[in-house]
Each structure stands twice: as C-alpha cells, then as structure tokens.
C-alpha cells in the first residue's frame, strides 16, 4: 500500500517548537519532492513549505519563512518540517504531500500522494 504517514504533532506554547515527519510505505521518496500544508479551523487548505526531490531547493509560505525548516533523508524515506517560534495561528492540521521530482508550486492536484495529516495545538 502506498502511503505518507506524519507524525510529531501536539500541544505546544507560543514560542515553542515541534519537529514533524513525514514518512513513505509503499514507495521510494527519492524522485518525489515533499510538500508540506495546513489546514486551519474553518479555513482552506494552504501551503506552508516544499522540499525538492534531491533536497537540493525548497521553498516557504511568506507566514513560516524564518521559523519553518524543511529538509529530508531519503535514506530513511523520509521529509521533515522543524517549527520554530511558533504562534497560535500556525495551529491547523498539517500534511504532507509527494510531487514528481519538483516543486510545482502548492496547487493540490499536482501531488500524487497525501497523508491524513497530524494536528498541531499552539496555546498556552
């Protein structure tokens, strides 16, 4: 079965950090690039980041840049999003999302594979 799985979600004060992952069953990350959305209570899907397939480019939503990092080993078949200095708007339900080798922007339809997201608190 191909799949994403994430993971690393939770409660966090503002100012706090969390470390998500992203990880592929079912097939091989190294030709896909990874990106990264949030869905917020009563808002539309956005997205936040992407890594390309080699880890070589990425790129960030203007409201994550500076705080957010993603990377990704493609030995463990696996992406990352490290958040920093998080706020209570970045509270939503994050996913990860497999794209042919590049980033094409965050428009849904071009990735092949979701994950079913892991919810992500920041309150205090």
């Known amino acids: 079965q191909l799949q994403l799985v994430e993971s690393g979600g939770g409660l966090v004060q503002p100012g706090g950090s969390l470390r998500l992952s992203c990880a592929a069953s079912?097939?091989?990350?190294?030709?896909?690039?990874i990106g990264w959305f949030r869905q917020a209570p009563g808002k539309e899907r956005e997205g936040v980041s992407c890594?390309?397939?080699?880890?070589?480019?990425?790129d960030y939503a203007d409201s994550v840049k500076g705080r957010f990092t993603i990377s990704r080993d493609n030995s463990k078949n696996t992406a990352y999003l490290q958040m920093n200095s998080l706020k209570p708007e970045d509270t939503a339900i994050y996913y990860c999302?497999?794209?042919?080798?590049?980033?094409?922007?965050?428009?849904?339809?071009?990735?092949?594979?979701w994950g079913r997201g892991t919810q992500v608190t920041v309150s205090s």
């Open positions: 890594i390309n397939y080699s880890g070589s480019s990425s």
């Open positions: 999302a497999a794209d042919l080798y590049y980033c094409s922007g965050y428009a849904e339809d071009e990735y092949d594979y």
């Open positions: 079912g097939f091989t990350l190294d030709d896909y690039a």
